[in-house]
């Protein structure tokens, strides 16, 4: 069984930064990519929601909105996916899910429980 633990949300002002992280604990596979999802209240999460992901040859995307803002990281040692938020904008206010996918693309086997962030002043 495999667990996807996220923490690092919360409030930060526009303009602001904050680091996500996802550590993941159980049995691994060696090829899957790992990916970073937000939702939005009163909204259905969709492969669309995609923030940020990073292959298993460590090549990454990022959705439009967030390219030169966002990095996303991962850890293979420690099993920790890292999500850096810089020049946060109230539109990224959203809850924050990790995801691994199952060996093929944009399909996912676990998800995080998820974490808030909310950008406001």
């Known amino acids: 069984q495999v667990q996807l633990v996220e923490s690092g949300g919360g409030l930060v002002q526009p303009g602001g930064s904050l680091n996500l992280s996802c550590t993941i604990s159980?049995?691994?596979?060696?090829?899957?990519?790992l990916s970073w999802y937000r939702q939005t209240p009163g909204e259905q999460r969709e492969l669309s929601d995609m923030?940020?992901?990073?292959?298993?040859?460590?090549?990454?995307n990022y959705r439009d909105s967030v390219g030169g803002r966002f990095t996303i990281a991962r850890d293979n040692v420690k099993n920790i996916l890292h999500l850096h938020m810089n020049n946060l904008k109230p539109e990224d206010s959203a809850v924050y899910y990790c995801?691994?996918?199952?060996?093929?693309?944009?399909?996912?086997?676990?998800w995080g429980q998820g974490t808030q962030v909310t950008v406001s002043s």
């Open positions: 159980g049995t691994l596979h060696s090829m899957y990519s």
């Open positions: 995801a691994k996918s199952n060996g093929i693309p944009w399909e996912y086997d676990y």
């Open positions: 923030v940020a992901v990073i292959w298993n040859a460590g090549r990454t």
